[in-house]
């Protein structure tokens, strides 16, 4: 119970940083926006474990490990999330996010050896039907020009990549205190910002704006730090797999805080929100329960013919 609370809560952060990032690139491009974001997550953690920081000698086996999870789950989340909301909406982002459980499991399988029921099969394609109406905005009748933008492109990459972050968690960061792997994970997120940085040809832009600075702090302190200490906690204690389901709350929680930040909603965004959050119900749904209500359902309609 107590790690599905701590999961809950930072969904509920992670529902705002959508809405800090559109803010931070109105005044700069998507690169400074995510090197802006670490430097204060990673300031923040460093001051949160200051007291014990991990010892070089200790680290040196997991190195390569951490820091291929903090340049391809980290950095490489926050490339594509930031490139999708240059144009795209922080709704769209969130319900496309929301896909995260269902693709989670589908790797947990692979990688993890976790095992696929019928319910995780049948949830899964009723979530990805669900992103699909999203795509067409609630109109079938786009189906002849269905499209991705690239908006949706950016942020389906982010998708799948934290995903595979997720599954790296459960599967490596066993030998290293939670505190420890999230700041030097993180913090090797900021270093690769800060050697791509230069070769982006982009000179800071200052001065920055009010908004911009508390929007930086916000998503670096809030939606960064504490936010991914209390995840990979969460998943050290209920599984990548079951972690994961709360990534569907994410676009419920952007949607209520875009109410005080003017976001616009159409009625397929509640629709394919539905459709998402009812397939991942089911791919969530103890196999046995599952199997029961499906069986029942059938013969029901059976004894009524």
Sequence with gaps: MKAYLILFFVVLLWGLNFHFAKIMLNDVNFLEAGFWRYVFGVLALFLFTIKNLPKIKALKKEAPR??????????????????????????????????????????????????????????VIIAFFGAFYLILKGNFSNLDIVHFSKSDLYISAACIIFAMYNVAVKKFAINIPNKHFTLLTNFSCLLTFIVILPFYGENFTFPYSEAFWLSAIGIGVIGTSIAYFLWNYGIEMAGAPKAGIFLNFIPLSTAFF????????????????????????????????????????FISKKDEA
């Design 66 to 123: 951490i820091f291929i999870i903090g340049f391809f789950g980290i950095f490489g989340y926050n490339l594509f999330f930031f490139l999708s909301l240059i144009k795209g909406t922080a709704i769209n982002a969130a319900l496309i996010i929301s896909l995260n459980p269902a693709i989670t499991l589908l790797l947990a399988t692979i990688f993890l050896k976790t095992k696929l029921h019928f319910n995780h099969i049948l949830g």
């Design 258 to 297: 875009g109410i005080f930040f003017h976001e616009k909603l159409y009625h397929y965004h509640f629709i394919s929100g539905i459709i998402i959050l009812g397939g991942l119900f089911i791919m969530n749904t103890e196999y046995k329960s599952a199997k029961k209500i499906i069986t029942h359902f």
